[in-house]
């Protein structure tokens, strides 16, 4: 079974640049969230999707930032414009629907750099 | 409302002697706690869980936890540490009707050959 993919690995922008970044959940999971850590500081929840429906969009810092997981599968999460406080890294990790299962399985994450 | 707390930001310990990474919890419901790892350039890695089963939680690698819940504790300890154990370890809390995930600030572990 494949795991949570993030694309890409690695990028570097210019401040007022655009940046999508793009998470492939495990095939199946209902549940995909967003976290963010930026440098020296602890990971924190931007946000949750269930299916395509955003369930929880509080952890989101401003509105240069755009989520979406069109059909419930993939999701994309647009940075624009881009400012220095953008840079840090972003996982994305997914679990399955139902109150059974809690763990959440993490991607590798994205190392986003604004210059 | 939920917190975590890892009360050290860095651990150094020799190959071979125990390592010990402590962690706090606060929450409002009962909550999931979870360990989990992060090696350089990698992912996440789950290490164990605790969801209200046994109090004493084995994970991969020989790690375990033990759930304290007078003590609102979690910590992870291991008998014997390894070259291959140094890493960014994080104690998570989750709660409420759909396990929204608190992070603590992450403990690295370094291990002295």
């Known amino acids: 079974e494949a795991g949570v993919t993030q694309f890409p690995s690695h990028s570097v922008i210019e401040k007022g640049q655009t940046v999508t970044l793009r998470c492939d959940p495990i095939?199946?999971?209902?549940?995909l969230y967003w976290y963010r850590r930026v440098m020296g500081k602890e990971i924190k929840f931007l946000l949750h999707?269930?299916?395509?429906?955003?369930?929880?969009e509080s952890g989101m810092p401003n509105n240069r930032f755009l989520a979406e997981r069109t059909g419930g599968t993939y999701s994309t999460l647009k940075v624009q414009p881009a400012e220095l406080e953008d840079s840090g890294v972003y996982f994305c990790?997914?679990?399955?629907?139902?109150?059974?299962?809690?763990?959440?399985?993490f991607g590798p994450g994205t190392r986003l750099t604004v210059t | 409302a939920q917190s975590v707390t890892q009360l050290d930001s860095h651990v150094s310990v020799s190959e071979g002697t125990p390592v010990l990474l402590r962690c706090n919890y606060s929450?409002?419901?009962?909550?999931?706690l979870f360990w989990y790892v992060q090696h350089p350039n990698k992912g996440l890695q789950l290490l164990l869980k605790?969801?209200?089963?046994?109090?004493l939680v084995k994970g991969i690698n020989g790690f375990e936890a033990e759930f304290k819940k007078s003590e609102t504790s979690f910590h992870l300890t291991k008998p014997s540490a390894h070259m291959s154990d140094a890493a960014e370890y994080f104690c998570?809390?989750?709660?409420?009707?759909?396990?929204?995930?608190?992070f603590g600030t992450g403990t690295k572990l370094q291990v002295i050959p």
């Open positions: 998570v809390v989750s709660s409420g009707g759909y396990q929204k995930v608190t």
């Open positions: 999707f269930v299916k395509e429906s955003k369930q929880d």
């Open positions: 990790a997914s679990s399955p629907s139902g109150r059974a299962s809690y763990e959440q399985y």
């Open positions: 605790y969801t209200s089963a046994a109090t």
């Open positions: 095939s199946g999971h209902d549940n």
């Open positions: 929450s409002s419901y009962s909550p999931s």
